[in-house]
């Protein structure tokens, strides 16, 4: 028993090697499928026929093949993950409603939808229904069936637990402790998991490029709220509920702006919209925040403003990058990750933050451990969260699915919500 224990193990592995080397790479020959796994030549062949025969992988076309090397004049044949092995959903919850897209097994966006849906005044009992309903309309559009749907994600802004499957606390919502994956997932049969949106950043970069995120390396989203990916060892740390690495949360200054999540002086009620805003107009510190969206034109005027030398605007900006480099420096002296990527539309005002950021960084952390770190800005892109929502969704298909065999026994979907 114990024997056949093993070999099972040995076998999920390498399958799930396989996959991984396919994610990262794209379509690849076997001979390069060895390279990227370490697998044995025999080890390819045998588990890529496996894979072949459960559906998952499939040999790409004559004609469709990437730069494939050749031999003999003809190209060497490719192997790619099967698109229609399984799909994925991915739902983005925000203040503004939601937003979905149904992909394929390779990532592949095949539909999209966006509900107005009010988060905000939203029953808290009815709303995973209501999202459920969503969901439905968006694969009765797609005439992609309920069975063929191997996961759900959802990207929530704010506090998520993904044991329990509930927003814990979002400025999305009025209320706390929000039910979303049990709702979806009886109304839907399929499986759901939850997490904050940074942390969805973060899946998409590893996606993106393992080579460069894969090690030790944090993802700071700035914008409607301040939050964190934390990538350890090339996975993204969720903690024991799934609500690690709240930067945003993190304190300041004690005693200082009023923040969203009720306490006072977090990094996020310097660095927010809503916190450069109040800042900017000269409202006490003790202002609630708005709950309110802020439209994007409000926070392009003011970053306007503080370039032509508003004294104020400018401030508002100083202040978040001081907030910003505190924070990161706190960061540094405890994880010295290798790559601090920030991200979202406040990325827009890098040139007003980052000298006050800089400063910080000086005066909060060592040279010694502060040089070893690289800070980048990378591209706006709302669409990351989605992007990296279905990366996070496809990944945990291949470790707790095609690892195991091929995607549409129903009793794996009950496996996996357990
Ligand atoms: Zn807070």
Same mark, same amino acid.
């Given at each position: 028993?114990?024997?056949?224990?093993?070999?099972?193990?040995?076998?999920?592995?390498?399958?799930?090697?396989?996959?991984?080397?396919?994610?990262?790479?794209?379509?690849?020959?076997?001979?390069?499928?060895?390279?990227?796994?370490?697998?044995?030549?025999?080890?390819?062949?045998?588990?890529?026929?496996?894979?072949? +025969?459960?559906?998952?992988?499939?040999?790409?076309?004559? %004609?469709?093949?990437?730069?494939? *090397?050749?031999? =003999?004049? @003809?190209? #060497?044949?490719?192997?790619?993950?099967?698109?229609?092995?399984?799909?994925?959903?991915?739902?983005?919850?925000?203040?503004?409603?939601?937003?979905?897209?149904?992909?394929?097994?390779?990532?592949?966006?095949?539909?999209?939808?966006?509900?107005?849906?009010?988060?905000?005044?939203?029953?808290?009992?009815?709303?995973?229904?209501?999202?459920?309903?969503?969901?439905?309309?968006?694969?009765?559009?797609?005439?992609?069936?309920?069975?063929?749907?191997?996961?759900?994600?959802? +990207?929530?802004?704010?506090?998520?637990?993904?044991?329990? %499957?509930?927003?814990?606390?979002? *400025?999305?919502? =009025?209320? @706390?402790? #929000?039910?979303?994956?049990?709702?979806?997932?009886?109304?839907?049969?399929?499986?759901?998991?939850?997490?904050?949106?940074?942390?969805?950043?973060?899946?998409?970069?590893?996606?993106?490029?393992?080579?460069?995120?894969?090690?030790?390396?944090?993802?700071v989203f700035m914008g409607?709220g301040v939050g964190?990916?934390?990538?350890?060892?090339?996975?993204?740390?969720?903690?024991?509920?799934?609500?690690?690495?709240?930067f945003g949360?993190?304190?300041h200054?004690?005693?200082?702006p009023?923040c969203?999540?009720?306490?006072?002086?977090c990094v996020e009620a310097y660095v927010a919209d809503y916190s450069l805003? @109040?800042w900017?107009?000269?409202?006490?510190?003790?202002?609630?925040?708005?709950?309110?969206?802020?439209?994007?034109?409000?926070?392009?005027?003011?970053?306007?403003?503080?370039?032509?030398?508003?004294?104020?605007?400018?401030?508002a900006y100083?202040a978040a990058g001081e907030a910003l480099g505190?924070g990161?420096?706190?960061?540094?002296?405890?994880?010295?990750?290798?790559?601090?990527?920030l991200?979202g539309?406040g990325?827009?005002a890098?040139?007003?933050i980052?000298?006050?950021l800089?400063?910080?960084?000086?005066?909060?952390?060592?040279?010694?451990?502060?040089?070893?770190?690289?800070?980048?800005?990378?591209?706006?892109?709302?669409?990351?969260?989605?992007?990296?929502?279905?990366?996070?969704?496809?990944?945990?298909?291949?470790?707790?699915?095609?690892?195991?065999?091929?995607?549409?026994?129903?009793?794996?979907?009950?496996?996996?919500?357990?």
């Amino acid at each position: 028993m114990r024997e056949k224990a093993d070999t099972d193990l040995v076998r999920r592995q390498n399958r799930l090697l396989l996959l991984e080397a396919l994610r990262q790479h794209g379509p690849l020959a076997r001979v390069e499928m060895g390279r990227h796994s370490g697998l044995s030549p025999a080890s390819i062949t045998s588990i890529s026929s496996q894979l072949i +025969a459960d559906g998952i992988l499939q040999e790409v076309p004559d %004609g469709q093949q990437h730069a494939a *090397p050749m031999r =003999r004049g @003809r190209p #060497i044949t490719q192997l790619d993950i099967n698109p229609r092995a399984a799909h994925v959903v991915a739902v983005k919850i925000s203040i503004d409603g939601i937003e979905m897209a149904l992909a394929d097994g390779r990532g592949g966006i095949l539909a999209r939808g966006t509900s107005r849906i009010s988060t905000y005044g939203a029953e808290p009992q009815a709303f995973g229904a209501r999202v459920a309903e969503e969901i439905a309309a968006l694969l009765a559009r797609a005439r992609v069936p309920a069975k063929r749907v191997a996961r759900i994600g959802f +990207a929530v802004q704010g506090v998520a637990d993904s044991k329990a %499957g509930t927003v814990v606390w979002s *400025p999305a919502f =009025r209320t @706390r402790n #929000i039910p979303v994956s049990a709702a979806v997932q009886d109304r839907l049969g399929i499986a759901c998991s939850i997490g904050n949106d940074a942390n969805m950043i973060a899946e998409g970069l590893i996606g993106s490029d393992r080579a460069r995120y894969g090690g030790t390396a944090a993802v700071v989203f700035m914008g409607y709220g301040v939050g964190m990916g934390l990538i350890l060892n090339g996975q993204v740390y969720h903690g024991p509920t799934g609500a690690a690495a709240e930067f945003g949360h993190m304190n300041h200054r004690p005693g200082g702006p009023m923040c969203r999540c009720g306490r006072r002086g977090c990094v996020e009620a310097y660095v927010a919209d809503y916190s450069l805003l @109040r800042w900017a107009s000269g409202a006490a510190e003790t202002q609630a925040p708005s709950f309110n969206a802020i439209p994007e034109q409000e926070m392009l005027a003011l970053e306007q403003a503080a370039r032509a030398g508003d004294p104020r605007a400018k401030g508002a900006y100083a202040a978040a990058g001081e907030a910003l480099g505190f924070g990161l420096a706190r960061l540094i002296a405890i994880l010295t990750p290798s790559r601090i990527v920030l991200a979202g539309p406040g990325t827009r005002a890098m040139e007003l933050i980052a000298p006050h950021l800089r400063k910080a960084l000086e005066e909060g952390v060592v040279d010694e451990l502060r040089r070893n770190v690289e800070i980048e800005t990378v591209p706006i892109g709302m669409d990351m969260i989605i992007k990296g929502t279905i990366d996070g969704a496809l990944r945990h298909v291949d470790r707790e699915i095609f690892a195991h065999g091929p995607f549409g026994r129903r009793a794996r979907v009950a496996e996996s919500i357990a």
